[in-house]
């Protein structure tokens, strides 16, 4: 039995254990909230078998709303430890920190602003978080949210765009976490790209820098965005023999089979380097 195969069986038989439906059925986001409830092994192998961190429900929630909503604390922090992103709304365009206001869940609320949660973001009907935790009476959640949104509007810097705003977001991920953060929260995109449309996680990988790798993906990067030739940061690690960063994103839901313009995968371009470490990485995570 391969070992791809095998391991969607096992993980097959403890998520329905626990009453609730594989990834491939009707509620793959439970299947995420399982994993991360069952502990890091367990998460990360329903990731590298292909699961995205963010699947969605068809309200367009996500494992880390759900977790938030629950005040689970554990499961958030785990969930943004691979790559959850912090700042996704769902169809009534609540973001996680929203889902934890409204619940009063200040751990869970302090975890998700540490992890750049907007603070100020607003949902359909216009509410910010801060709103939520006051209309229901969460004096201690809603201090925190004040403290925040006084915090973040007195320091954030100018929205960056384009190579410009690719290579702030680069710099401030190698400078430390509140760096990315404080960027982040002006407005500049995680995931800005330059004319050819590399981001500053493609960088990183393309340079083999792990801990940057993983502060980005842990501050919402995607991991399965492409350049104008079709490359994906899984590729440009892959390429040059980076295993750790391989790892990494193939933890966030790096997609093993994604072609670039050549048709060439990742495994691809690991064998063709002789990057005999990295080539087995790929293949246990189901690589063709």
Sequence with gaps: MKKTHYLRVVLAAVLFAGG????????PHKAVLRAANFGEQQLEQLLTSGVAVD?????????LMEAADKGNLAAVKLLLKHGAQVNRKDEDGKTA???AADEGRTPVVQALLEAGADVAAKDKDGETALMMAEEEHHTDTADVLRRASKTTSAATPAALTGKEGMKAVLRAANSGEAALRQLLAGGTAIDCADRDGETALMEAADKGNLA????LLQCGADANHRDHEGKSALMEAASDGYTEVVKALLAAGADVNARDEDGETALMKAQEDRHADTEAVLRAAGAK
């Design 20 to 27: 609730v439906a594989y990834a491939d059925g009707p509620e």
């Design 55 to 63: 699947v969605t429900d068809d309200d367009g929630e996500t494992a």
């Design 97 to 99: 920190l929203m889902h």
């Design 212 to 215: 940057v790798v993983t502060l």
